[in-house]
């Protein structure tokens, strides 16, 4: 048995995820592409980190911004050719990069040949790679009822009838996305035999998305948990941790990563921390490591009946009481991801910090030290490193994820249960696209990203929010987080990555501390106030008996004030071991 406790590469690294469409675009088209990402190289090697998760770039039709592949073994037309991937990938390597694919095997796009095939007829050797059911029966008009009452993550019925062989297929996402039978041995092994062919090519692991819904409950049951009457957003639960995904996790990890020195992090949306040690527990021979979604729901307010869109201002208490748990019941027997941001969020200094002007650097740096000062592996997101915010274009045309044009659609021109405002509101609040806007590289037009049309807008605050700005300020968040990650990977290694984490009244609303502990007696002490007033707290480690141990080893003021706590200060302690 392989065991992952210990030191590991990928316990130390700090990984940053590019979305290549909205990152660098080379040739003008108005698209990121992978000529811009190598580009960049050298930007990311300055800013220190040494994993690129690089978001799907395989071809695909684009339903769902290329988490729809149409093809596994072959590169999008608008990101550029497998020779630029090869160019990306030696690249990367030659600056002490490593490349983290992510790759979709719950489904597929309906236009990979698989699926075409599959289409083709009920007697078609394809026809289960896919999850194809008979009606559950008529409704009073005579149409046909799809197989069960499951409702897709984008809404609508999570079956789609093809009248071709008078059958359903599952689509858990978009239509144009159905759900691979996993049942079936013989696509199990076309889907090792893939990740094996780019484990062949040089990449270094993989980033699984919707990993844990590939087993569907066994016999496909009603989920009692939602109506389509009341055109609930998702099918919750039911369709998470079926009853044989372990089996089939412990199969892949055998037949593609056990004996590479590779890295896997699988997405798993309705984990807690307790099943997380199923997953990425030490022993367990399935993952490295798991990207949980309980600290992003703590804005969300469940009673509205509208899953993420319900917006509510969080309570730092409930963000506190996610991320300690999680540190808590991993700590020693599994590992675990660390991210504010990613491709599916809204930006971080806009939801749980200030984009005002006056503190979006401070909060920034204040949020990334709560976060890299943490027991996992730290993920930052593509403009993160600089403060990009959220963006609020004026219309529903002007955006472009699949996710919120069908809310709009849903909830404002099909039931008007809402106003086109209000439902803006909620796109304001946690569509994807805030993720999505290109990258603000300059002041220069588009930001720098194109020298075309940028195939979705830029955020209006581009010319002052933007890396060159960052990098030529030596006060600014990008070089806060140089020295997190040159702390986290030079003199704080031992602490930073493998200490033990201990929390701090976690009933502050206010402010967010803790301690890490290492076997040796050192400790680190962070402190970061979540707030933009000015408070006092008191911390043992903070008073004069620990003073000659005491060093402050990073913070977002030039001075200290002791327990005196500035609007979003942030700060850490490393305290020596006694004697």
Not at 261 to 283: N, R, W
């Amino acid at each position: 048995m392989t065991s992952y406790a210990g030191q590991q590469w990928w316990k130390e690294a700090v990984v940053y995820q590019v979305w290549p469409r909205s990152f660098q675009d080379s040739d003008g088209d108005g698209i990121g592409d992978l000529p811009g990402v190598t580009a960049r190289i050298p930007y990311l090697a300055k800013l220190g980190i040494n994993v690129i998760w690089l978001s799907p770039m395989f071809a695909s039709p684009n339903d769902d911004m290329g988490y729809d592949i149409s093809n596994y073994q072959d590169i999008m037309s608008e990101f550029g050719t497998m020779a630029d991937f090869d160019t990306l990938l030696t690249t990367a390597h030659a600056h002490g990069i490593k490349i983290l694919l992510d790759i979709v095997v719950n489904h597929t796009s309906d236009e990979h040949e698989w699926f075409q095939k599959s289409r083709a007829s009920r007697e078609n050797p394809y026809r289960d790679y896919y999850i194809w059911r008979d009606s559950s029966g008529t409704d009073k008009e005579g149409n046909a009822l799809p197989p069960n009452n499951w409702i897709s993550e984008f809404g609508g019925p999570a079956w789609k009838y093809d009248a071709a062989t008078d059958q359903w297929y599952l689509h858990v996402f978009s239509t144009k996305q159905p759900d691979l039978n996993w049942e079936n041995a013989a696509l199990r092994n076309e889907l090792y035999s893939m990740i094996n062919w780019w484990l062949d090519k040089g990449i270094d692991g993989f980033r699984l998305d919707a990993i844990n819904i590939i087993s569907k409950p066994q016999g496909l049951p009603d989920d009692p948990n939602v109506n389509p009457e009341k055109h609930s957003p998702s099918t919750a639960f039911i369709i998470h941790n079926g009853t044989r995904v372990h089996e089939w996790m412990h199969e892949l990890n055998l037949a593609t990563v056990a004996n590479r020195d590779a890295m896997t992090v699988g997405e798993m949306s309705a984990t807690p921390a307790d099943e997380a040690l199923l997953f990425a527990g030490f022993e367990a021979e399935e993952l490295n490591m798991l990207f949980h979604f309980e600290h992003m729901g703590v804005d969300s307010d469940e009673s509205l009946g509208l899953g993420k869109w319900g917006v509510k201002e969080y309570d730092l208490r409930d963000l506190k009481a996610v991320l300690n748990e999680w540190q808590v019941k991993l700590d020693g027997k599994a590992w675990g991801s660390l991210y504010w941001n990613n491709h599916d969020q809204p930006r971080v200094i806009s939801r749980f910090g200030n984009d005002s002007a006056e503190y979006r650097e401070l909060s920034g740096k204040m949020l990334a030290t709560t976060l890299h000062f943490m027991q996992g592996t730290p993920y930052i997101y593509q403009g993160e490193e600089f403060g990009m915010t959220n963006v609020q274009f004026p219309s529903i045309s002007d955006y472009r994820d699949l996710d919120s044009t069908n809310l709009y659609e849903n909830l404002v021109e099909r039931h008007g249960t809402y106003s086109a405002d209000d439902v803006l509101q909620m796109i304001y609040a946690k569509g994807r696209d805030n993720a999505r806007t290109p990258v603000q590289w300059s002041a220069e037009a588009n930001a720098g990203f194109t020298t075309g049309t940028p195939w979705i807008g830029l955020n209006a605050n581009y010319q002052s929010i933007n890396a060159d700005a960052a990098l030529a300020n030596p006060d600014s968040l990008f070089y806060h987080y140089q020295r997190l990650i040159e702390l986290r990977r030079g003199e704080l290694k031992e602490l930073m990555v493998y200490a033990r984490f201990v929390p701090i009244d976690p009933e502050d609303a206010a402010v967010y501390a803790y301690e890490r502990h290492a076997n040796n007696g050192e400790k680190l002490l962070v402190i970061n106030n979540f707030t933009d007033r000015e408070i006092i707290r008191d911390f043992e480690l903070l008073t004069e008996e620990f003073e000659a141990q005491r060093t402050l080893v990073i913070s977002n003021y030039e001075d200290d004030l002791g327990e005196t706590l500035r609007p979003y200060e942030s700060k850490v302690y490393r305290i020596a071991a006694e004697g």
